[in-house]
Every structure is written in structure tokens, then in C-alpha cells.
């Protein structure tokens, strides 16, 4: 399993890549890859754990799956790299930050390494997915990967903003202590739900609010 993530996360990754599961789930993908195109490729399946280090996370949005169109997915959720198409969720949460955040200009990327350079893990539930077949990768053990994950920035970190967008991400809020952290919950971005709760949720503004609050810097949520 490619190991290219920031040193901040060698502590609580090491052990989990030891475990016998995750060992499976190695041999599972490296099968998958040999067989059919599986996105992301290898060496970014790890990118929103180089990108933001464990100390840094200030926020985690979460997604469930990979995107499984070429060229679509880069290892962070929701986001998609410069000069693709953005997908509808993706639209619809740039529209959100239009009306949430004061001067937010639409942007003309769809690439959201900035925010995960600013403490914002981008993670999705389960790291691979084979091309153009969605939830393919779901229930080989990713998810109670990045369940430890979860778990891990709730025991350790103190004051994180958790975003859950959907009631699949809703469900994690069970490894999450809301007196220690910030949980937001709204519908999902996409189409189908957006104006379930999703559209006027504010979450983005929230968020930074609270970071204030914590005497943190607040995210640039701005893109390109």
C-alpha cells in the first residue's frame, strides 16, 4: 500500500497499516489495479494525508466515495483537480459559499488542495473505487479504516469542526465528542438532496466563527 503521507501521521498510521485487515484490503486494491483502471491513482490514494498534517486539521469534511470518472478523482473529497468539469455536489457547494461568505467569487477550479493545506482534511470514507463503478470499493475495509481515522482526530485533536453533509457522514458523529469539537450536520450537496438542508446551511461561515472563537486562523475558503 503506498505510504506517501505527511510525518505527523506515522504514529497513528503505521499501526493500521500493520493490522491484518488493512493488509486484505492492500492485496484487494493492488488486485483491482491489476484487473481494471481504479481511481485515484496509487500514489494520491493517500493525498489528503500529505496534504494536511495531523496536527494541522482544523476542519474534516467528509465524503464517501472516490469519484470513479477519468481523470475526476485526486485523493480528496469533493474536490477534483484544475481543468476538470466540477461534478454537481462540488457546484452546489460553491454556490452555498457564494451566499455564505461575504466577496466568495465562483471559482474556476475545482481543485481544493488550498484548503487542505490550511487544515481542512478532505476524506473520504473509502479511498479507491474502480473506474466508472460507484461504491465498487465500499465494505473491503476502507471504512473501518478511516473510521480509526475519525476516531483518532476526535480523541486527540480538541476543538475540529466536523462537517457532515448526509446521513451516511451524519452516522460518524457517534466517535465524535460534540462538548470537545464543533459538529455540523446538514443534507447532502448533492442534486438529489441539496435543498433538503444543504442550501442556506451556512456551515462554511460557522465554521470560521468557531475557529475564531478557539483563537484559530479561520479558513481562506477561496479558490483559485
Not at 488542495?113 to 465494505?139: F, P, Y
Amino acid at each position: 500500500m503506498n505510504t506517501k503521507y505527511h510525518e505527523s501521521w506515522t504514529p497513528i498510521l503505521k499501526p493500521l497499516f500493520a493490522q491484518e485487515y488493512v493488509k486484505r484490503l492492500s492485496h484487494f486494491v493492488q488486485q483491482e489495479r491489476k484487473q481494471y483502471k481504479v481511481f485515484p491513482p496509487e500514489e494520491l490514494v493517500f493525498n489528503a494525508f500529505k496534504l494536511t498534517g495531523f496536527q494541522d486539521i482544523k476542519v474534516v469534511i467528509l465524503g464517501q466515495d472516490p469519484y470513479h470518472n477519468d481523470g475526476q478523482a485526486h485523493g480528496l473529497s469533493f474536490s477534483v483537480p484544475v481543468g476538470i468539469p466540477f461534478p454537481p455536489s462540488l457546484k452546489n457547494i460553491f454556490t452555498e459559499l457564494v451566499s455564505d461568505i461575504s466577496g466568495f467569487r465562483y471559482p474556476n477550479t475545482g481543485d481544493l488542495t488550498n484548503w487542505a493545506q490550511q487544515g481542512v482534511l478532505l476524506l473520504n470514507a473509502t479511498l479507491t473505487v474502480r473506474a466508472h463503478q460507484a461504491a465498487s470499493h465500499q465494505k473491503m475495509g476502507w471504512e473501518e479504516f478511516t473510521d480509526s481515522i475519525i476516531k483518532k482526530i476526535a480523541e486527540e485533536r480538541e476543538d475540529v469542526v466536523f462537517l457532515l453533509w448526509g446521513s451516511y457522514a451524519q452516522k460518524k458523529s457517534v466517535f465524535i465528542d460534540s462538548s470537545k469539537h464543533l459538529i455540523l450536520k446538514s443534507a447532502h450537496p448533492s442534486p438529489l438532496s441539496v435543498y433538503r438542508g444543504f442550501a442556506g446551511c451556512k456551515h462554511f461561515s460557522k465554521a470560521n466563527t468557531y475557529l475564531i472563537k478557539q483563537g484559530k486562523e479561520p479558513i481562506n475558503w477561496q479558490i483559485g
